[in-house]
C-alpha cells in the first residue's frame, strides 16, 4: 500500500500553470501601477487590484477563473494605454 506524500490540497498540472499565470498577470498589474503618476491614483489601483485578486482567491470553477484572467489582461492593456497617452 503506498501513501502519497502530497498533501490533500495538491494542485494538478493544469490548476499550478493556471496559478502560476494568474500571479504573474497579478505581478504586471501592480508593476504597471507603479508606474501612475499620481500618488492617489497609484493608491485606488493598488488597493483595487488587491482586493479583486483576493476576493477571487478562493474561486474553482476553472470557466469563471479563464473569464477573470481574461478581464484582468484586458483591465491591464488598458491601464498600460492610459499610461502611454497621458506620457505622450
Known amino acids: 500500500m503506498s501513501v502519497s506524500k502530497l498533501p490533500p490540497t495538491a494542485l494538478n498540472l ?3 500553470l493556471q496559478r ?3 500571479l504573474g498577470l497579478y505581478r504586471s498589474m501592480l508593476r504597471t501601477i507603479r508606474q501612475v ?3 492617489g491614483d497609484r493608491k485606488y489601483l493598488q ?3 488587491r482586493e479583486e485578486f483576493k476576493r477571487n482567491k478562493e474561486a474553482t ?3 469563471a ?3 477573470m484572467i481574461t478581464q484582468a ?3 491591464l492593456e488598458e491601464l498600460r494605454k492610459s499610461l502611454a497617452l ?3
Open 14 to 16: 493544469r490548476q499550478f
Open 20 to 22: 502560476q499565470r494568474v
Open 37 to 39: 503618476p499620481d500618488e
Open 47 to 49: 488597493d483595487w487590484a
Open 61 to 63: 470553477n476553472q470557466d
Open 65 to 67: 477563473i479563464r473569464m
Open 73 to 75: 489582461k484586458n483591465h
Open 86 to 88: 497621458a506620457r505622450s
